[in-house]
T-cell receptor, first 118, second 112 residues
């Protein structure tokens, strides 16, 4: 069964509005979660690393003011796409290590959120 | 040259065939190797996880790592239409954050 739950699975919003995506770890605590973006027929692009209780670490080229990440508890991280524009339309996926602090534990992914900005 | 190279396909095979999916990489520090299966409009699902060189088998799936050649493979025996998906390889190095580097995925189509 799924160990990482992501919600919503799809969302359509109007240009200029903000959208929040939730990522929850089920039955385990995740001090770190990872947010990815995937374009059609492309690989996963790491956007940011979400750390519980501290600021997220963003990858080069990712606008931290546009993609707000909050990791307020050990089981929940949220990604808010602010002032969304059509170019933000994409598939967003979160992930976490089931092994918690074991850095060599593989990542487990949520089922993704398909965002369409009209 | 990308750190991880993976042929995007599509690879089309008849049901029951043995499928071979491959990735090459350039970073000799990679020690952890993963294969994920991703169905359309879904998140990647972990299939296999191996450390260093060698083989690992799980049901119809066999993962193979050849560090000397910087080459990893995933074999699927008795392929089924339900195996039709995109398969992503991923690998990470020890030290640092262990954040994996992904290939772009190979699209597999198993036709009845």
């Amino acid at each position: 069964g799924a160990v990482v739950s992501q919600h919503p699975s799809w969302v359509i919003c109007k240009s200029g509005t903000s959208v929040k995506i939730e990522c929850r770890s089920l039955d385990f605590q995740a001090t770190t979660m990872f947010w990815y973006r995937q374009f059609p027929k492309q690989s996963l692009m790491l956007m940011a690393t979400s750390n519980e209780g501290s600021k997220a670490t963003y990858e080069q080229g990712v606008e931290k003011d546009k993609f707000l990440i909050n990791h307020a508890s050990l089981t929940l991280s949220t990604l808010t796409v602010t002032s969304a524009h059509p170019e933000d339309s994409s598939f967003y996926i979160c992930s976490a290590r089931v092994g918690g602090s074991l850095l060599n534990s593989p990542l487990h992914f949520g089922n993704g959120t398909r965002l369409t900005v009209t | 040259q990308k750190e991880v190279e993976q042929d995007p396909g599509p690879l089309s095979v008849p049901e029951g065939a043995i499928v071979s999916l491959n990735c090459t990489y350039s970073n000799s520090a990679f020690q952890y190797f993963m294969w994920y299966r991703q169905y359309s409009r879904k998140g990647p699902e972990l299939l296999m996880y191996t450390y260093s060189s060698g083989n690992k088998e799980d049901g119809r799936f066999t993962a193979q790592v050849d560090k000397s050649s910087k080459y990893i493979s995933l074999f699927i025996r008795d392929s089924q239409p339900s195996d039709s998906a995109t398969y992503l390889c991923a690998m990470s190095a020890s030290g640092g954050s262990y954040i994996p580097t992904f290939g772009r995925g190979t699209s597999l189509i198993v036709h009845p």
